[in-house]
């Protein structure tokens, strides 16, 4: 059995978004901006689902958890970036790194178990409603979103605990805003070919695995809507179905151009882009896609907003 190899670094210098003074301002406005515009939308849309009882069913359960997640990536990340854009503080903790890279692999791994999971929902509702709501039962929504959360954690305990018993004694300079795989990896002084095979295999069964439930959900559904008669209820389907889709695309996409390859082929200024696609600017679209595309969140999103001025105004 191999032997956890002890690192000689204590810390990491995070390489920021850009040295000059000027920009760094800008860039912190702007990121401040998307990141409270972010929690605002998240949090309204879990009030709004919490309280009004018309919202209370497995599809709105599972896009409350979406939701959840929407919160947790950012703030994983952001607030750190941020500390570093006004205050120049770029330094990061070995324990530090290794938390926020847990984290941030929980919550990614979570999210995509759990598209899957909203992809066999809508399966269900389209393709047996009357069988909906005996099929999708409170009890399996919640073992489901359990179950997406348990995988989560348990993938990113494996993936933490590869990258960090590896050997760090070089450069700490993380050419990356927070700690991720890719360029966490690219500083070990150790061998790391098993230990990339490993993760991608890894990530590769279980992001295929989830990929190939929401491929066959669509499927099966896109079957469905064609046999519709009712051209009314072929709007409701795609509406009902277009958002998550639109979720599912962006996330896709984006997570697969950064973690499914190895790190040769790291390249820091691509990445940097590609992560705020699917850590900043994915959790700010999340609510925005969802609230203009469904009709019963738009609904519950006035009647909250009509409540609040209610109590304002008292």
């Known amino acids: 059995m191999q032997r956890v190899n002890l690192s000689t670094v204590s810390e990491f210098v995070l390489v920021g978004l850009s040295d000059a003074p000027e920009v760094r301002f800008l860039l912190f406005v702007l990121f401040l901006i998307i990141y409270l515009a972010t929690m605002a ?11 009004d009882t018309r919202l209370h069913n497995p599809m709105y359960f599972f896009l409350g958890n979406l939701s959840l997640l929407d919160i947790l990536c950012p703030t994983i990340t952001v607030p750190k970036m941020l500390e570093a854009l006004l205050l120049e503080n770029k330094v990061i903790s070995f324990t530090g790194c290794m938390l ?3 984290f941030l692999i929980e919550v990614v791994g979570t ?5 899957a999971v ?3 929902d809508r399966y269900v509702a389209i393709c047996h409603p009357l069988q909906y709501m005996n099929i999708v039962s409170l009890k399996l929504c919640a073992h489901l979103a359990i179950g997406t959360w348990v995988a989560g954690f348990l993938n990113s305990l494996l993936h933490s605990s590869l990258i960090f018993t590896l050997s760090f004694c070089d ?10 795989i890719p360029p966490v990896l690219a500083l070990s002084c150790s061998p790391t070919y098993s230990r990339e095979l490993v993760l991608l295999v890894v990530a590769g069964v279980l992001g295929s695995a989830a990929f190939v439930v929401t491929l066959i959900s669509y499927i099966y559904i896109l079957v469905a809507i064609l046999y519709m008669k009712s051209s009314e209820s072929r709007h409701k389907a795609f509406s009902t179905c277009g958002s998550h889709l ?15 390859r190895p790190s040769s082929t790291y390249s820091p200024h691509q990445d940097r882009v590609v992560s705020m696609l699917y ?20 609904c519950a999103l006035r009647r909250l907003i009509s409540h609040v001025r209610t109590l304002l105004t008292r």
């Open 100 to 102: 926020q890279l847990f």
């Open 246 to 260: 639109t979720v599912v695309c962006l996330f896709y996409g984006t997570t697969i151009c950064t973690y499914v």
């Open 111 to 115: 999210e995509i178990f759990l598209l």
């Open 41 to 51: 939308g998240n949090i309204t849309i879990l009030v709004a689902m919490s309280t």
């Open 279 to 298: 850590g900043i600017l994915t959790p700010l679209l999340n609510p925005i896609i969802y609230s203009l595309r469904n009709k019963e969140v738009k």
């Open 171 to 180: 450069s700490n300079e993380v050419d990356q805003y927070y700690c991720d």
């Open 118 to 120: 909203m992809a066999y």
